[in-house]
């Protein structure tokens, strides 16, 4: 049976992927203790190590081993972004287990600047070194079935050639991948600076008590519960209701350069979500008809990240969004793997010297 080994394991998104995939799952290593504890309680054997501080040959060789390094000082999000010592030292400690496991194959998963570090350059000259055929590409997970707009930089290494990516598939919207779950979502309100920023278009479309109230001298419409009617119809009454999720805090509030407060983004129900990152401070609200306005769950969370509903979150919101926000699509790993690894289940695969 193909067999995966993880670093950075985090809550083992890849390796829910990986078992979708077909693939056996024989450890993990992850310095987080809590979020550790979230992947075997999820029948992952992640252990709580520091990479500096375990020995490669202390691990069984996998056919398949993953790597998703820590990327905050990658991040365009960080102001003065610069690579660190730590940031190199991580690269170099997956280096070293490549060169000591030698598996049949090599998947790694960052932000798409990674590409032009020190790090990155030190495990692709390893990768090279060691007779890989190595394919580096920037990928949209909205292309491979999961329901958010998530671009990073995706390795693919082998022995043998590389196959191409999977065909890309339609998009699927965020309505739809939570569709079920919206009954259950709890009721909220948009902040004050999150209508101010909403598009005239989107106001309009709402259902909403003519008058509203006023605070710090913007009109806040009245939202109107889904089971009430509403008091004023708007003049567009009749139009395909407009779904949009506005993402507040880091996203929706600091300053452009001149200074003007950056709107909310939003995106309608046919459309992914935005990425899911591992900040979540509870202002990813949805609009729905009739003045509904829902909050999102890490479960909701979850979804757009082709997480599973039998993979068992934790109780606390915070370590919940880190976990979901951290993690390689599910889906989107099962994809990539599959088509991979795809000659180890005909026979066609074995290890062989790659030619350049």
């Known amino acids: 049976m193909i067999t995966i080994g ?10 829910v992927g990986a078992r979708a995939a077909g693939l056996r799952h024989v450890w993990g290593v992850e310095i987080d203790d809590d979020i550790a504890q979230v992947a075997r309680d999820n029948g992952f054997d992640v252990r709580t190590a520091n990479i500096h501080a375990v020995d490669p040959a202390d691990y069984e060789p996998p056919t398949v081993l993953h790597a998703s390094p820590p990327c905050p000082n990658y991040s365009v999000a960080k102001q003065g972004r610069r690579e660190t010592n730590s940031d190199i030292a991580l690269a170099s ?4 287990f490549i060169r000591v496991l030698q598996p049949q194959y090599f998947t790694l998963e960052n932000v798409y600047l990674y590409r032009k570090s020190e790090s990155w350059d030190a495990i692709y000259r390893t990768l090279k070194f060691c007779g890989y055929h190595v394919d580096m590409q920037h990928i949209n997970a909205a292309n491979f079935g999961v329901p958010q707009t998530r671009k990073r ?7 043998n050639p590389v196959p191409p990516l999977p065909e890309p598939e339609p998009w699927i919207g965020w309505y739809e991948a939570i569709e079920d779950l919206i009954p259950t979502l709890p009721e909220s309100q948009f902040a004050p600076w999150q209508l101010k920023g909403m598009p005239a278009e989107l106001l309009e479309s709402m259902l909403v008590d003519s008058a509203g109230w006023v605070k710090d001298g913007v009109r806040i419409p009245v939202m109107r519960p889904a089971d009430q009617p509403a008091n004023t119809i708007v003049a567009n009454h009749g139009r395909r209701p407009m779904r949009a999720f506005l993402v507040g805090g880091q996203y929706g509030r600091p ?14 129900q046919d459309k992914p ?9 509870g202002d990813w609200k949805a609009w729905l008809e009739r003045g509904r306005v829902v909050q999102m769950t890490p479960r909701a969370l979850a979804r757009f990240q082709s997480f599973p509903d039998s993979y068992a979150l934790p109780g606390t919101k915070t370590l919940a969004c880190r976990i979901v926000g951290m993690a390689v699509p599910p889906l989107l790993h099962q994809k990539l793997v599959s088509q991979l690894t795809k000659g180890e289940y005909d026979g066609s695969s074995g290890k062989s010297k790659a030619q350049y």
């Open 153 to 159: 930089m995706v390795v693919r290494a082998s022995f």
């Open 6 to 15: 993880t670093l950075f394991s985090g809550g083992e998104g890849v390796g």
């Open 273 to 281: 979500s935005f990425t899911v990152t591992a900040v979540n401070k």
């Open 255 to 268: 300053a452009n350069n001149d200074g003007a407060p950056r709107p909310p983004q939003m995106r309608e």
């Open 93 to 96: 400690a997956v280096a070293q």
